[in-house]
């Protein structure tokens, strides 16, 4: 059975277990009972999914747990043993150790070393050679999406679902772009009324049938933050452009929607691996009398 066809067979299953990890991530996950909420047997189901996924039931929820767990890290002032027992680790010492296997850090020296660090005013002087900043001049891009609400930490549900459609549509394309469009400042709005889209850039002729949507990203001028590491950290790093490199670049921001284009997969590459580049829209240049 090929992989489009997998999909199709278990689209609904997939996004059902999905959902229920997102929402339930707090809660015992026990691996038979999404096995029920698949209504398939755990020997299949397990098969099945990592199949489908490149990555195991067990595989998911810990990733997953430990992404809040760094995002816990990065933007509260939780302790260590807090963060450890909502997400799973009544242990902290397997906490840690599983957290430094996976982020490069124990949390204790993710919280105060991590990459996040590197984008705070002290470390301004070098900033300039530090992060990468372009210039680039893009087309209209045309996007398929599924929207998401609440918790950006979260959008990975909506991320599910989008490539579910894709795939049981057969209108999935390798040189599909993954793109996140976020249209709330998280520090000004409550966290579950947050809006954005998981997309993927798509032709005008792909159908948008729900769950998808069709999203126009507007052509012109954006500054291009390349950042690597954990998707947690990149508060931070919106900030400073904001704060540090805008002002200083002598551009103005422009009426759109800012977006970030995913380089590689979180399934297939360690956190600290993961490249994003961070889109801010910018007006025209002025031109030089």
Not at 78 to 106: E, K
Request: charged letters at 25%; aromatic letters at 10%; glycine letters at 6%.
């Amino acid at each position: 059975m090929s992989e489009n066809e997998i999909w199709t067979a278990y689209e609904k299953r997939l996004l059902r277990v999905s959902a229920y990890i997102y929402e339930h991530l707090e809660e015992d996950l026990d691996l038979d009972r999404l096995s029920e909420i698949a209504c398939l047997s755990a020997y299949h189901w397990h098969r099945v999914y990592r199949a489908v996924h490149n990555e195991t039931l067990a595989g998911t929820v810990r990733r997953l747990r430990l992404h809040r767990a760094a995002g816990d890290l990065v933007r509260s002032d939780r302790s260590v043993r807090d963060i450890a027992a909502r997400w799973g680790y009544p242990n902290l010492q397997s906490f840690n150790r599983t957290f430094a296997a996976v982020y490069g850090l124990p949390p204790a020296r993710y919280r105060k070393e991590g990459s996040h660090r590197a984008y705070e005013p002290e470390n301004d002087k070098a900033s300039s050679r530090m992060f990468d900043v372009t210039i680039r001049t893009m087309p209209e891009q045309t996007l398929l999406a599924v929207p998401h609400s609440g918790s950006y930490m979260g959008i990975g549900k909506a991320f599910e679902a989008l490539y579910g459609a894709l795939f049981s549509r057969n209108i999935f394309r390798p040189d599909m772009r993954m793109i996140g469009i976020f249209l709330d400042d998280p520090d000004l709005v409550p966290e579950a009324k947050l809006r954005s889209f998981a997309c993927v850039t798509a032709g005008t002729e792909a159908p948008a049938e729900a769950p998808l949507v069709r999203r126009t990203l507007a052509e012109g001028d954006y500054a291009v933050l390349r950042h690597q590491g954990p998707y947690a950290n990149m508060g931070a790093a919106y900030r400073w452009l904001y704060a540090t490199w805008l002002p200083a670049s002598g551009r103005s921001i422009r009426d759109e929607v800012m977006f970030e284009t995913y380089l590689n997969n979180p399934r297939e590459v360690p956190p600290n691996e993961l490249l994003t580049e961070i889109c801010l829209p910018l007006q025209r240049a002025a031109a030089v009398a």
